[in-house]
């Protein structure tokens, strides 16, 4: 066996176990049927519910009346999204998880006062 099929090889088993890993992502609809507003209490929708990185959160919401944006731990307390920020606007939004705290807040003035704040962990 040739270098160049050990290197086919490794990358083969790479990418079989990246396929596994991402068998396993389950999609998870923000707030459940309520979806992505007012009318969820996010700290209780996340109670009890096991989050792994590779996941994907989905907010649907009806478009033009809120928006989805990933922030730091400092704009999900401050409720602000930095100038840079991918702003989710089509009102079924889809982000994935990454390892560790993930916040999202809805930008739109006052509605993330309002309650519209998540943080997702994922292991």
Not at 2 to 21: D, F, H, N, P
Not at 70 to 97: E, M, W
Request: hydrophobic letters at 40%.
């Amino acid at each position: 066996m040739g270098i160049g099929s050990s290197s086919k090889i490794v990358a083969l088993a790479m990418l079989l176990l990246v396929c596994l890993y991402h068998a396993d992502a389950e999609t998870h609809a923000v707030g459940g049927s309520q979806g992505w507003g007012f009318s969820v209490s996010y700290d209780s929708w996340t109670n009890g519910k096991a989050f792994t990185a590779g996941d994907t959160l989905v907010f649907n919401y009806q478009q033009g009346l809120h928006n989805v944006v990933p922030v730091s731990a400092a704009g999900h307390r401050s409720c602000r999204a930095s100038s840079n920020s991918k702003v989710g606007t089509t009102g079924g939004d889809k982000f994935t998880l990454r390892k560790g705290p993930n916040y999202f807040i809805c930008s739109i003035p006052g509605h993330c006062t309002a309650g519209m704040k998540i943080l997702v962990v994922a292991n």
